[in-house]
């Protein structure tokens, strides 16, 4: 059975959480089936293959992204709003732009995956009580000639539950009054950036000299930041993120065990096999910009050109990881460019595997451990390890050998939650690397 338009819930039909009373619609749209209708990005009704039933995003249900704009009006005082904005497209030079990549905390409340968009979580009465508005751009045929299919605002509402969509091109005239009546403003939306569209300008300035800018309407505000509101609420994984997170590092996990079954003559060829792995594995591409390093070039922590030549006899270093629905995988893995390790190599191998593997047995909440607690950890056994190899650890050689955190937090991100501290108790649900 098709659905319409105006019934694409997707599964919020049993919410029980007050929305504001609409006006009656009228109009064709009742007639016209979901899957004819072209949106901005995949949902179920146009990309099954993708996006299963319920699902906003891969994985990710409507109801799940409720849950979590209904945790950050928890956290909201009284009376208060957050405001998030949506990425801006970047360009390289000229016309030609990057890879568009959504904000992960707007992602992470909105499902929604389209640039210039902005999401206000207006607190209600009680603790998880809100109004949810989403001003997006409108269907424009024009535009979509150029830049492809947009949701528009209908589809703000009827697909990813705003209370309130409005027009974007129109933010300056409906985000003043809600900003000036909140007593508080939780956002972290930059004063630095310099943005092309005419949204992202309205963020940071003044469209017109007779327009008010976002900053000059905070400015009568008393603004907070949202970042460690946000932390608090990412930091801990729910199952579907899990699911997403054990999948991308499935997959990727498949690629790497190719890649080191196969001869390479350069970093660039690697590097490549990494990419097309990763996506024909299923997912949405590499997670971030890999380390392909061989022989010395491993001794440079984010050496990136990956230009050189695989030398027989020496170490090849690949820091990499896929991408799936968003979510993150972080993998590092060092094996020898003709396949097998020369006696020295494998000594010290085993020896960073066995702190690796130590240290993975104490992520676990009776642990009683933290980040940095888990590195002091790893750097006493890295140094104790290595003076059993004949290494000098005198003076400052871990400093040298060992200069980076042995983890980070994981997620939405690849270090994510940044600025949540590496000081407090690790606890169940939270996800990290552990990578000496």
């Known amino acids: 059975m098709k659905r319409s338009i105006r019934l694409l819930s997707c599964g919020l039909g049993t919410l029980k959480r007050p929305r504001q009373r609409r006006k009656p619609f009228t109009g064709i749209r009742t007639l016209v089936s979901a899957a004819d209708v072209q949106f901005g990005q995949p949902l179920h009704e146009t990309h ?66 389209e640039p210039e968009a902005l999401a206000v979580i207006e607190k209600g009465g009680s603790d998880v009580e809100y109004k949810f508005h989403l001003c997006v751009r409108p269907k424009e045929a024009k535009a979509e000639i150029w830049d492809g299919a947009r949701s528009g605002i209908q589809a703000a509402q009827d697909v990813f539950n705003a209370d309130e969509a409005r027009d974007i091109g129109q933010v300056h005239t409906t985000l003043r009054d809600i900003v000036l009546s909140a007593k508080e403003v939780y956002t972290d939306i930059p004063s630095n950036a310099q943005p092309r569209s005419a949204f992202g300008k309205y963020l940071l300035g003044s469209l017109t000299s007779k327009t008010e800018g976002f900053q000059r309407i905070l400015e009568a505000s008393k603004v907070k930041p949202l970042r460690p509101l ?29 890649a080191m079954r196969n001869p390479f003559q350069t970093e660039k060829e690697l590097w490549a096999s990494l990419d097309y792995g990763f996506r024909m594995q299923g997912l949405d591409g590499p997670a971030y910009v890999p380390v392909v390093a061989g022989g010395k070039n491993g001794l440079s922590i984010h050496y990136v050109r990956n230009d050189d030549v695989l ?42 595997l066995k702190v690796q593997r130590s240290c993975v047995s104490l992520c676990r909440e009776d642990a009683d451990m933290t980040l940095d607690r888990l590195h002091r950890i790893a750097e006493s056994s890295l140094k104790d390890g290595l003076q059993g190899l004949g290494f000098d650890m005198s003076g400052d050689a871990m400093n040298m050998l060992f200069p980076h955190h042995v983890g980070h937090f994981i997620g939405l991100d690849v270090h994510d939650a940044p600025g949540y501290p590496r000081t407090d108790r690790l606890r169940a649900g939270q996800c990290i690397t552990i990578e000496p």
């Open 230 to 258: 946000m932390n608090e609420i990412r930091v801990y994984k729910s199952e579907a993120e899990i699911r997403n997170m054990r999948r991308a590092g499935r997959s990727s996990g498949r690629v790497f065990t190719e």
């Open 48 to 113: 099954p293959h993708i996006i299963g039933p319920g699902e906003l995003t891969p994985g990710i249900s409507a109801l799940e992204y409720h849950h979590r704009r209904a945790r950050l009006a928890q956290a909201l005082p009284k009376d208060s709003i957050a405001v998030v904005a949506a990425s801006d497209i970047k360009y390289r030079s000229g016309a030609v732009f990057y890879e568009f990549h959504q904000d992960p905390n707007f992602l992470y409340l909105t499902g929604f995956n």
């Open 311 to 352: 030398r027989d006899g020496e170490l090849v270093l690949v820091d990499a990881g896929g991408e799936y629905g968003g979510y993150i995988t972080d993998i590092t893995r060092t094996w020898p460019v003709n396949g097998k390790f020369t006696d020295p190599q494998k000594d010290l191998y085993d020896m960073v």
